[in-house]
């Protein structure tokens, strides 16, 4: 019986290796694919443009002169803006969940949390646009524009028409949308620290700050960091959210209430409707550059995280 | 092996009902979002008299270009007419469908519907920034009856690109020879810096904006305007005339063009003579190959476009489109009969 069952047990074993392997293997194969046909559709203008292209602030398809440097501003400000937001309350929100809060509120809150990120994104932008945007207007443009514009140095900031959409909008709503993975992962790691390190700590007599500040957080300083970079990951492609309330202007401002556009709602916005090859072609380096920058900010965080 | 059988079970079944409405001809088109409504309309009607079933994908201009380029469709759509030779290279006929017509609507607290007066002009120095009030004397002296606050202008654009704001960016630069040199025309452009300006998404987009901005303008399609109840304006015909958005002034444009010296029909129907021509009216266009594999199937799309025009027209006055007059018709019809081959044949007796 034995002697039987082994030849078959691994044959088994090779054929489980085989497809494993294959699944990795295509994987790649696809990765490459999709920078190899974004080269081979974006060729034209960034053989026209050259390297360049990057770095160019020109946004014209009527004169087919195109650049990719005011998508990529308005991509990085924008997720800059929401990773500022989202880090601190998303690590706030998981230390109290996971640390001070009874069950009985820990429990809904983190179903509540769980449900904000199966939210789909087009209904985050419908929101943006209807209902934040005329309050953030209202509640907060107008006071900024008379209190915070004669300030040194971010004066500027707000200084801008006072209509609920731009960069500051695009970012706030990125930052809810990006919220929900930093709590949840954090909380997470929160949780898998043993109970005997609280205790201890709180054993030598440390107070749930000193706990929480000198004992826990930094044993999850990488899953910490590691959840912010999955957001902004999800914040630097986000597209239709930012598509709803950017504003779609091809510029760079220093103003965060004026209108601008991100690599992906530029391309979301324009493709349909562009019939120019030009302008098809430097949409398609517009993603290859969103590729790039996706695999710069995360081979970044990679090694920042191996560092520590 | 049970599993794969299974699936493979299932898969045939799933297939099956698709395998089987095959059997009913299916045309397939795709393009332009604009006439969208109307299409989806005419198509469920056609259905119901003749048991043919129209797929109209609304993928956008650009996207019906391509698709029909590369023949995936029977037809294509598109906004913005091909130019003459682009049609010779892709062995093309084009011709026009049906018109719209795009309004500026206003929110200017204290005026009304229809009551403000606006030029060409003064429309085109609004989103060139060169106007910045809404009492600026060039606007108050076309409204002298008209008691216009000291409101600052908040100039609203489509953000995404369309065929709106093709035809909208066009009669700016046919009018104002500064738009036309520094701006020009495109489904989507660089807006001017001079002006304070508000990108919303879509219709929708730039309605809500214009809805809630005080001092803010902007342009829709008239039907968007009509069914959501927005302020529009007046606005001066090539001959001068101040006239209201209907559906007699868009006709007028219509009928006024001139189709006949329009090789492949490329014309833009903006700022036509005739003093009740509506000066900002567009028709949308249908795409098809010369040379068609398919003699029957040609015929049969072909027949579903001739039942529109001769039956679609109050369907599409139910929806504020504006349907094509006889006389561009007729005209389309001898490009049909001239045009259309399968096998050096042609198709339309």
Known sequence: MLLTAMPSAIKGDSIFYRLSFTSAILIFLVLIGIILSLIDGGWLALSEFGPGFVFRNVWDPVNSEFGAASAIYGTLVSSLIAIVIAIPVGLGTAIFLA???PDWISRPVSMAIELLAAVPSIIYGMWGLFVFAPWFSEGFQFWALENLVGLPLIGHWFDGPPIGIGLMTAGIILSFMILPIITALTRDALKTIPNVVREAAYGVGATPYEVITRVLLPSIKNAAVG???LGLGRALGETMAVAFVIGGANRIETSLFMPASSISSTIAQQFNEATNEMHISALISLGLVLFVLTFIVMGAA???LRKR | MKLLKSIVMSSMLAAAPFSASAKTEVINGAGASFPHPIYAKWAEEYQKE???????????SGGGIRQITAKTVDFGASDAPLNEERLDKEEMIQFPMVMGAIVPVINVPGIESGALKLTGEVLADIYLGKIKKWNDERITALNPDLEIPNQAIYVVHRSDGSGTTYNFTDYLSQISPEWSEKIGRNTDITWPKEATTIGGNGNAGVANFVGRTRGAIGYVEYAFAKQNDLTYTQLASADGKFLQPSMETFQAAAANA??????????LLNNQ????????????????HKDQ??????EQIIDFFEWSYENGGELAEDLDYIPMPASVVNMVENVWKEDLTSNGQTIIK
């Open chain 1, 227 to 229: 959840a912010g970079i």
């Open chain 1, 302 to 304: 990679r090694l920042l």
């Open chain 2, 273 to 288: 003579p005739g003093a009740d021509s509506w000066p900002m009216t567009a028709a949308t266009f249908i795409l098809m």
């Open chain 2, 50 to 60: 003749t048991g043919i079933r129209i797929n109209y994908q609304a993928i956008g």
């Open chain 2, 293 to 298: 594999v398919n003699a029957e199937k040609a």
């Open chain 1, 99 to 101: 640390e001070l809060a």
């Open chain 2, 258 to 267: 001139d189709w006949e010296n329009a090789p492949g029909f490329e014309l």
